[in-house]
């Protein structure tokens, strides 16, 4: 009489989901947009590299040349109809080096090194958050806008104020911009992980027809950040980063006083 009782090792078998092959590799992968992101990985292994050997304005500049590269991967894919599963997580994992590891080693050999423990806490928080930001952004459903500040953004902004800086002084931050500093990387870093809304640039068609003014307002752009681009450029992070935030306040008030 055969056994009509299951042991709990083949209960557990039939409880288990098996995994999906992984079949995405076998015919190869797109060439041109991981390329793009290859190069944006170097940028930021080759600011960490910069960083650890103490020169921090190189490795602010690796970090924006990442961070134009990171703006091209996902579109030349999207144009090209190259977009890939694979794709989304080379990107991904790229966007970590050069937007969470290289800004906070930057930071921290910056000016975070002179706060001690509190430094490299704030350090690893902003990294943390880079990798929460991105995890998030890779599991969530497709949006218009981003929820929380992106974290190339996030990373431009502290690479062009180090960029900034070591372009307009001559002695070291020191001390006593030490804690101011550090106080914006920690609002940085909360803020990627945030609730608030970012305007996202990724659904903008570039083969649609846009307005006469907007496309004056982007040559404008172009030229302002021409004449100084360290400055221009920090000074875009900022009001971008501030952007979501007094957004999401105009909006609460104009709320409150649409029920009142």
Same mark, same amino acid.
């Given at each position: 009489?055969?056994?009509?009782?299951?042991?709990?090792?083949?209960?557990?078998?039939?409880?288990?989901?098996?995994?999906?092959? $992984?079949?995405?590799?076998?015919?190869?992968?797109?060439?041109?947009?991981?390329?793009?992101?290859?190069?944006?990985?170097?940028?930021?292994?080759?600011?960490?590299?910069?960083?650890?050997?103490?020169?921090?304005?190189?490795?602010?500049?690796?970090?924006?040349?990442?961070?134009?590269?990171?703006?091209?991967?996902? $579109? @030349?894919?999207?144009?090209?109809?190259?977009?890939?599963?694979?794709? &989304?997580?080379?990107?991904?994992?790229?966007?970590?080096?050069?937007?969470? @590891?290289?800004?906070?080693?930057?930071?921290?050999?910056?000016?975070?090194?002179?706060?001690?423990?509190?430094?490299?806490?704030?350090?690893?928080?902003?990294?943390?958050?880079?990798?929460?930001?991105?995890?998030?952004?890779?599991?969530?459903?497709?949006?218009?806008?981003?929820?929380?500040?992106?974290?190339?953004?996030?990373?431009?902004?502290?690479?062009?104020?180090?960029?900034?800086?070591?372009?307009?002084?001559?002695?070291?931050?020191?001390?006593?911009?030490?804690?101011?500093?550090?106080?914006?990387? @920690? &609002?940085?870093?909360?803020?990627?992980?945030?609730?608030?809304?970012?305007?996202?640039?990724?659904?903008?068609?570039?083969?649609?027809?846009?307005?006469?003014?907007?496309?004056?307002?982007?040559?404008?752009?172009?030229?302002?950040?021409?004449?100084?681009?360290?400055?221009?450029?920090?000074?875009?992070?900022?009001?971008?980063?501030?952007?979501?935030?007094? @957004?999401?306040?105009?909006?609460? $008030?104009?709320?409150?006083?649409?029920?009142?």
């Amino acid at each position: 009489m055969a056994n009509e009782t299951q042991s709990p090792k083949d209960s557990l078998a039939d409880n288990v989901t098996p995994l999906p092959r $992984r079949e995405g590799l076998k015919r190869g992968i797109y060439l041109l947009p991981n390329l793009i992101t290859t190069g944006a990985l170097f940028a930021g292994f080759y600011s960490v590299i910069a960083s650890m050997s103490g020169d921090v304005e190189q490795a602010a500049i690796a970090i924006v040349i990442a961070g134009f590269l990171d703006s091209l991967d996902g $579109r @030349v894919a999207r144009l090209t109809n190259t977009q890939s599963e694979f794709g &989304v997580q080379y990107d991904s994992l790229s966007d970590l080096v050069a937007f969470g @590891v290289a800004p906070a080693l930057l930071m921290f050999s910056w000016v975070l090194m002179d706060l001690g423990k509190l430094g490299w806490f704030i350090a690893f928080l902003y990294m943390a958050c880079a990798a929460l930001r991105l995890a998030r952004f890779n599991t969530a459903p497709d949006s218009k806008v981003f929820f929380g500040l992106a974290s190339p953004a996030a990373a431009g902004t502290l690479s062009t104020l180090a960029w900034v800086w070591h372009d307009n002084m001559t002695e070291p931050a020191g001390l006593e911009f030490g804690l101011p500093f550090g106080i914006l990387t @920690v &609002v940085l870093a909360v803020l990627m992980v945030s609730n608030i809304r970012y305007y996202s640039p990724k659904h903008l068609d570039v083969n649609d027809r846009v307005p006469f003014l907007l496309m004056f307002a982007i040559v404008m752009l172009f030229v302002v950040v021409a004449v100084y681009p360290p400055g221009m450029l920090l000074l875009i992070g900022l009001t971008y980063a501030v952007s979501g935030p007094l @957004v999401s306040l105009l909006r609460r $008030r104009k709320k409150e006083s649409g029920e009142s």
